[in-house]
């Protein structure tokens, strides 16, 4: 889906580091670090995933250079798009996950989304949860500027034909069916503002009827000092 009215608004957008001055994140048991090209065969492995993949439109990648393709965005001169991470167990170094924010001006609604995904062997340890959590403190603590852009009218409480100031949002989609996927969107404290029914546009379910939930999150308030 994208969003095909609009409303503009005044807000802020994070200015985004380049990958060779990003800080990794720790988090208890994961380091959440910007990809390289030397981590294409074990990120290879996750995106051959079928379990995993299937919630992707592109689906499962059929060879190295797909994996390599995918870093396209996430690397120099595009890393400053996106704020994309691998995801690393801290004990064993494996890469478990992906995720971040892919679309700082999303064609569903116009603000930043974030999204994630995990080897099916790393689900049920509650790390999507933990990435999640560690990924919105550095999100929201990146500096911001003032912008001005077009966003979907559902996703503020603004009327057509002003500008009004609005407070940054993050965004994030899923699959009404994907339960785990909505747990972790309440446990992180964003809210559903939208729900609709489209065609899946997803390799694993193209055509298919599906319900789709958006989700937000505003930008926390800042403390006085």
């Keep these: 889906m994208e969003y095909t009215e609009t409303i503009k608004v005044r807000t802020t957008l994070p200015l985004i580091p380049p990958i060779s001055s990003r800080d990794e994140i720790l988090t208890p048991r994961l380091l959440l670090r910007a990809p390289r090209l030397s981590d294409v065969p074990a990120l290879h492995l996750l995106r051959t995933e079928h379990e995993v993949m299937k919630h992707s439109v ?3 990648d059929k060879t190295l250079e797909d994996t390599i393709r ?3 965005d996430s690397l120099p ?8 991470f691998l995801i690393f167990e801290r004990d064993t170094g ?9 679309s700082l001006l999303s064609r569903r609604f116009g603000w930043p989304e974030v999204g994630y995904s995990f080897k099916q ?3 049920g340890k509650g790390y999507a949860t933990e990435f999640m959590t560690g990924f919105l403190e ?3 603590s990146l500096p911001r500027k003032e912008i001005e852009i077009e966003v979907d009218p559902k996703s503020v409480d603004a009327e057509a034909g002003s500008t009004p100031t609005i407070v ?8 009404a069916k994907n339960v785990g996927s909505v747990k972790v969107l309440e446990k992180t404290k964003f809210n559903k503002f939208m729900e609709w029914k489209g065609v899946d546009n997803r390799e694993a379910s193209f055509g298919q009827d599906v319900i789709v939930l958006g989700f937000s999150m505003a930008a926390p308030l800042k403390e006085s000092s």
């Design 121 to 123: 062997a790393a689900w």
């Design 77 to 84: 001169p595009n890393d400053t798009k996106n704020y994309h």
């Design 94 to 102: 494996e890469l478990v996950g992906k995720g971040g924010m892919h």
């Design 168 to 175: 940054e949002l993050l965004t994030a989609i899923t699959d």
């Design 58 to 60: 592109q689906g499962v």
């Design 138 to 140: 550095s999100w929201w």
């Design 70 to 72: 995918s870093l396209d």
